[in-house]
């Protein structure tokens, strides 16, 4: 008997159980905490922020 999930769409499959849903969360997640350092000593480059907002953001995370 074959699987109806191998020939499914990555969505169907992604969100089929509850742990798919906790790593897909957790990878957004950790992703975003990583990538946002950057994006806040950017901003702060560009006087849209303080100076001291990216290191603290870096620091807490």
Same mark, same amino acid.
Do not use: I
């Given at each position: 008997?074959?699987?109806?999930?191998?020939n499914a769409p990555i969505r169907a499959r992604m969100y089929?159980?509850?742990v798919h849903k906790v790593v897909? +969360?957790?990878?957004?997640v950790g992703s975003f905490g +990583? +990538? /946002?350092p950057?994006? %806040?000593f950017i901003a /702060?480059?560009?006087?849209v922020v303080a100076m001291y907002?990216?290191?603290l953001y870096?620091? %807490?995370a």
């Open positions: 008997m074959s699987n109806p999930y191998v089929s159980s509850t897909w +969360l957790v990878v957004v +990583l +990538l /946002a950057p994006l %806040f /702060a480059k560009k006087r907002v990216p290191a870096a620091v %807490f």
